[in-house]
């Protein structure tokens, strides 16, 4: 482990360490979600608290049209624990966002109704990592999403209603995956380095000066 990380958690109270380190046995990078021109502060927010409370660590967001805003409110510091990669035109936005997914390893799957969907209950967590992508009410996912798209999924419905609220389907979806994932005999906890690479991170976040002590530590380090 960093000497740092020896280093800040001394300031940090025993049990929000453990806690940090219950919380990290947990996270996954199997699954990841994407959300695409996500409006609605509420929503938007809504998907951060839903990934926090199932271990989703990653969030990518692709503001082709729209810029995604957290309402604090509703995300209730969900942002803070969480890595948000954000997308613009000027970063290539959807398009780029798929290739650096695949880059990553992970399958790219539409959330939403198609002639070759399959349901959110058939979906094969064992094939690998799969990030999911949401769109909005109106509009659901781009044309660019919908060509790239490796899989198709949807969740069932059986009212006269045909969607559900995007922060909901996100919920409904991240819900049966990680659930699913965490039955099966597949890898999909952190490495030893991303834990302690969250860990740094998370303390730093929330000791409060944090900087100055690790300022400190670096000043001491190089002291003779």
Not at 52 to 77: H, S, T
Not at 87 to 108: E, F, H, M, N, P
Request: aromatic share 12%; with cysteine.
């Amino acid at each position: 482990m960093d000497p740092k990380i020896s280093y800040l958690a001394q300031f940090a109270t025993p049990k929000r360490y453990a806690l940090f380190q219950r919380i990290l046995a947990q996270r996954t990078r199997y699954f990841t979600a994407v959300l695409e021109d996500i409006y609605q502060g509420h929503n938007a927010s809504a998907v951060l608290r839903s990934a926090d409370c199932f271990g989703v660590q990653d969030v990518y967001v692709v503001e082709n049209q729209n810029e995604y805003k957290v309402n604090p409110e509703i995300a209730l510091g969900a942002s803070k624990w969480l890595n948000i990669h954000k997308y613009g035109q000027a970063d290539g936005g959807v398009t780029q966002t798929i290739a650096d997914l695949r880059s990553k390893g992970y399958r790219i799957v539409a959330t939403t109704p198609h002639t070759d969907d399959i349901l959110i209950d058939d979906f094969d967590v064992t094939r690998g990592r799969a990030a999911f992508f949401f769109g909005t009410e109106q509009n659901g996912l781009s044309e660019a999403v919908m060509k790239q798209a490796d899989e198709f999924v949807r969740i069932p419905m059986y009212g006269f209603t045909e969607s559900f609220n995007v922060s909901v389907s996100a919920a409904l979806i991240m819900r049966h995956i990680t659930s699913q994932m965490r039955r099966e005999n597949v890898a999909w906890q952190l490495t030893t380095d991303e834990q302690h690479s969250l860990l740094f991170d998370w303390l730093r976040r929330s000791i409060r000066q944090a900087d100055l002590i690790l300022e400190k530590y670096s000043s001491n380090k190089r002291s003779p």
